[in-house]
């Protein structure tokens, strides 16, 4: 069975091309704006390889009805989509593989956003 190589549209693949080069320029050397937040930096590194990191970015970008949040620095917004948008790119690839991102969070999670106590 042939596996098709194009993975991720080619217009979308410039575009966040353009977008991380652009992001190395203006840094050039500075800190990623979401390391100021390093909790959260911890949590998505920890569950990336993870169904449950998928569902952490999304509870980070989108805010639901009803819910008040303040909201993130338009800098770490823009970094978060981008890792949202990475990380929907490495599920595609690992599923045109045949491999399966695994469903669980790691053992001693504590993400606990979005779930009821």
Same mark, same amino acid.
């Given at each position: 069975? =042939?596996? $098709?190589?194009?993975?991720?549209?080619?217009?979308?693949?410039?575009? #966040?091309? @353009?977008? !991380? *080069?652009?992001?190395?320029?203006?840094?050039?050397?500075?800190?990623? =704006?979401? $390391?100021?937040?390093?909790?959260?930096?911890?949590?998505?590194?920890? #569950?990336? @390889?993870? !169904? *449950?990191?998928?569902?952490?970015?999304?509870?980070?970008?989108?805010?639901?009805?009803?819910?008040?949040?303040?909201?993130?620095?338009?800098?770490?917004?823009?970094?978060?989509?981008?890792?949202?948008?990475?990380?929907?790119?490495?599920?595609?690839?690992?599923?045109?593989?045949?491999?399966?991102?695994?469903?669980?969070?790691?053992?001693?999670?504590?993400?606990?956003?979005?779930?009821?106590?």
């Amino acid at each position: 069975m =042939a596996v $098709e190589n194009r993975v991720i549209n080619p217009a979308l693949a410039q575009q #966040l091309y @353009r977008k !991380s *080069e652009m992001l190395k320029r203006k840094r050039a050397g500075e800190p990623a =704006a979401i $390391e100021s937040f390093p909790r959260i930096v911890k949590t998505i590194t920890g #569950l990336w @390889r993870y !169904s *449950e990191g998928k569902n952490y970015l999304e509870e980070l970008i989108l805010v639901e009805g009803g819910k008040r949040r303040r909201g993130f620095p338009v800098e770490v917004q823009d970094e978060l989509m981008f890792l949202y948008q990475m990380l929907l790119d490495q599920h595609k690839i690992l599923s045109l593989r045949g491999q399966k991102i695994t469903a669980k969070a790691p053992p001693g999670t504590k993400f606990t956003m979005g779930k009821k106590a």
